[in-house]
Nanobody, 119 residues
Framework: QVQLIESGGGLVQAGGSLILSCAAS????????MYWHRQGPGKERELVAR???????MYADAVKGRFTISRDNAENTVYLEMNSLKPDDTAVYYC?????????????WGQGTQVTVSS
């Protein structure tokens, strides 16, 4: 079982920056697709960013140009750098790992970390 632990959440003023970290326990971390999702108050969970095993990235339109997802395979860690934060970015942010296998995908989720952006 892959364990994912998020950290780095907190309170920040609008326009500020924050970096989230997700540390994984898997021995094959470098092969995983990694994702960040978020769920704001009264909202459904949404995909924020994705990074593949080859470091190809994708972003939700709402965060494109402001957020950057990256990974350090030597440290089994994925990061989400968030800049120019807005109150609408307030949410619980979740780390998600997907191990792609021939007949199935294995998905693992972290517990979430709260990000609050004040106006």
């Amino acid at each position: 079982q892959v364990q994912l632990i998020e950290s780095g959440g907190g309170l920040v003023q609008a326009g500020g920056s924050l970096i989230l970290s997700c540390a994984a326990s898997g021995r094959t971390f470098s092969s995983y697709y990694m994702y960040w999702h978020r769920q704001g108050p009264g909202k459904e969970r949404e995909l924020v960013a994705r990074i593949t095993n080859s470091r190809t990235t994708m972003y939700a339109d709402a965060v494109k140009g402001r957020f950057t997802i990256s990974r350090d395979n030597a440290e089994n860690t994925v990061y989400l750098e968030m800049n120019s934060l807005k109150p609408d970015d307030t949410a619980v942010y979740y780390c998600h790992a997907r191990r792609v296998l021939p007949l199935r995908n294995l998905d693992f989720w972290g517990q979430g970390t709260q990000v609050t952006v004040s106006s």
